[in-house]
């Protein structure tokens, strides 16, 4: 014993890195890493029926072991199918109990019947994740009372483009227009990708603006020195207001070096 008390002393003296004797007892001091995802343990509504037009409060209650929740999300399912995302807009945001909460605006055109919660995720500060699929039996639904319904996709009237060809040296961007009707509860957004020529999708835009004659515009831009050949408008998703969304995929025409030109 003596001798590693003067050993240790000397390594001290010289700054030398010292492994303690008792390993075991200074590891045990450090924060362990949080390796176990969260858990969803109750999710709860502030009232059990909507009216269409109304908003529900959704509340998730998770807890975790280490490292805490940082985050849920949820999916719900309308009666006929259709899967929404109310936290994707509008991310969740804890009560005075630290209960997690989202509240979800139903449209005055919104599906009337039982909606559930489909899905929910949790998070937890070390990014290990919970995800739990309740499927079309889930025990978490209200009713949404609802008298006029929409229940269809919007159309999509039209596509122009500024330009239908664009030399491959310039940097150069043109604008998309796009005509898009809803039946009933009216287009709540649009938006669109770009596929280059070998498949690749190169662009992803926000939501469009309207102009004044009431279409759907924005800018295609290309990255200078891309492939030569016909690049494809890819997908046009409209949203109406009755949160139906729908994603179509234009028929591409071919035209060197430039979108196609796509009209329905
Ligand atoms: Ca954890
Ligand atoms: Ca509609």
Known sequence: MKKILTSLAIASALSLTVVPASYADVVSY????????????????NQSTVNAGDTIRIYLTA???????????????SPSGQIVTPTHENPVQQDAQG???????????????????????????NFNAQEYLYGTNSPYTFQVLSSTPDT???????????KTVVPVTLEESFLI???????LSGVKSVRFTVN???????????????????????????????????????TITIQDNALNEHEYQPAPTPSPRSPSKTTH
């Open 63 to 77: 807890t975790d072991d280490l490292s805490g929740v940082l985050d849920v999300s949820f999916a719900l399912r």
């Open 30 to 45: 450090e924060t362990p890493e949080d390796t176990t995802s969260p858990s969803i343990t109750a999710i709860e509504f």
């Open 152 to 162: 269809t996709f919007a159309t999509l009237v039209g596509v122009e483009l500024s």
């Open 99 to 125: 209960r997690f909460y989202a509240d979800v605006p139903f449209s005055p055109y919104a599906e009337g019947g039982t909606w559930n919660v489909v899905q929910a995720v949790a998070v937890d500060n």
């Open 177 to 183: 227009y796009i005509d898009a009707t809803d039946n």
């Open 196 to 234: 280059d020529p070998n498949g690749n999708t190169i662009q992803w835009s926000g939501t469009l603006q309207q102009d004044e004659a009431g279409r759907y515009f924005g800018y295609v831009g290309f990255p200078p020195g891309g492939p030569t050949g016909t690049y494809t408008i890819s």
